[in-house]
T-cell receptor
């Protein structure tokens, strides 16, 4: 089965600074990769996804991620963060194909300070 | 994009009672839905896979008699927490896949007192 490791449980950063949230995955088959954001007591909002094609994926709110097959990584980046980016971020993986379940990393708490 | 609606968004119940949570796909048909559980400051843990017209598939360690799942139609799956206890208090989230993408409900905050 596939699994996800998010290497940083908490990432504090100052406003307008760049940020990278790290994600590594493990799977014996081809996968889809996702990043979600969660605000307190809410569901998940999709930031971006990698299905195939270009390894650099651009998402909403200025976020992007790069799929690196050799390193089995899918790190999330933003060149300049805002206070409003403070939230919990989850990396997720699912096997290719429809109706497969999704497995989540432990999450990274991004805190943007003024 | 596709929408998944989950109801209720929060519920408080007495210990020993049962609680039903509904998950609906509003503009697409979902033969498969997923139920997750999230404890405070933790990740989402897959509890079970709900299959329309057949029995749900439970993850190891999840009690199928306690967490009853019914997926009677292509747009509705329900999770019933039976004989709830305080340790069942958690945030429950459902999800439905529409081809390659997963859509999530708003979540249900269950508090058992």
């Amino acid at each position: 089965a596939q699994s996800v490791t998010q290497l940083d449980s908490q990432v504090p950063v100052f406003e307008e600074a760049p940020v990278e949230l790290r994600c590594n995955y493990s799977s014996s088959v081809s996968v889809y990769l996702f990043w979600y954001v969660q605000y307190p007591n809410q569901g998940l909002q999709l930031l971006l996804k990698y299905l195939s094609g270009s390894t650099l994926v651009k998402g909403i709110n200025g976020f992007e991620a790069e799929f690196n097959k050799s390193q089995t990584s899918f790190h999330l980046r933003k060149p300049s963060v805002h206070i409003s980016d403070t939230a919990e971020y989850f990396c997720a993986v699912s096997e290719r194909g429809n109706n497969n379940d999704m497995r989540f990393g432990a999450g990274t708490r991004l805190t943007v300070k003024p | 994009g596709a929408v998944v609606s989950q109801h209720p968004s929060w519920v408080i119940c007495k210990s020993g009672t049962s609680v039903k949570i509904e998950c609906r796909s509003l503009d697409f048909q979902a033969t498969t839905m997923f139920w997750y559980r999230q404890f405070p400051k933790q990740s989402l843990m897959l509890m079970a896979t709900s299959n329309e017209g057949s029995k749900a598939t439970y993850e190891q360690g999840v009690e199928k008699d306690k967490f009853l799942i019914n997926h009677a139609s292509l747009t509705l799956s329900t999770l019933t927490v039976t004989s709830a206890h305080p340790e069942d208090s958690s945030f429950y989230i459902c999800s439905a896949r529409d081809f390659s993408e997963a859509f999530f409900g708003q979540g249900t905050r269950l508090t058992v007192v």
